[in-house]
T-cell receptor, first 114, second 110 residues
């Protein structure tokens, strides 16, 4: 158990809909990162939040957005869902202290877009 | 462009043998390295991290780092069927987010 929890665990949405995924970070951690993992691929970085502000973003379109709350929990929002958005969405919690930062993942949310 | 490369496998080893998983990366500079294990349908689980050249041992696992050759490896001694999983190598350059390889699928045959 990493202390990082994500909800929901599974979700089925229709193309064009919007979805919100949630993550509660490990106690004492101030940074949350979101990753998308397609089948057979490694996780791809979407964005990172540190102290409620986005401080890094991967190569994802603006319809992927997020929030971090004062308790360091986080949301990932995806608008106008496309079939290719079907993937495992992972939240990683860490304590930012330079490069020596271990990140721990939640159990993930499996999103299927039909 | 920072990239991390892994052989996708599958790598098959008999039970009790040593499994050797390799990872290469682009772009020299200040880095830290992480190995994650991912069972099918589950999320990645951190096994080990290494920051300095040389070997780091933790139980049956040994991480080996060679920055001059830009590779990092994970050795699993006395491999067990329960070690069968995909092993993800991840690299962090300074304060950048983790960059993952595609993972190597390991199969330990009883």
């Amino acid at each position: 158990e990493t202390g990082v929890t994500q909800s929901p665990t599974h979700l089925i949405k229709t193309r064009g809909q919007q979805v919100t995924l949630r993550c509660s970070s490990q106690s004492g951690h101030n940074t949350v990162s979101w990753y998308q993992q397609a089948l057979g691929q490694g996780p791809q970085f979407i964005f990172q939040y540190y102290r409620e502000e986005e401080n890094g973003r991967g190569n994802f379109p603006p319809r992927f957005s997020g929030l971090q709350f004062p308790n360091y929990s986080s949301e990932l929002n995806v608008n106008a869902l496309e079939l290719d958005d079907s993937a495992l969405y992972l939240c990683a919690s860490s304590f930012l202290r330079g490069q020596d930062t271990e990140a721990f993942f939640g159990q993930g949310t499996r999103l299927t877009v039909v | 462009q920072k990239e991390v490369e892994q052989n996708s496998g599958p790598l098959s080893v008999p039970e009790g043998a040593i499994a050797s998983l390799n990872c290469t990366y682009s772009d020299r500079g200040s880095q830290s390295f992480f190995w994650y294990r991912q069972y099918s349908g589950k999320s990645p689980e951190l096994i080990m991290f290494i920051y300095s050249n040389g070997d780091k041992e933790d139980g049956r696992f040994t991480a080996q780092l060679n920055k001059a050759s830009q590779y990092v490896s994970l050795l699993i001694r006395d491999s067990q069927p329960s070690d069968s999983a995909t092993y993800l190598c991840a690299v962090k350059w300074g304060n950048t987010p983790l960059v993952f390889g595609k993972g190597t699928r390991l199969s330990v045959i009883a």
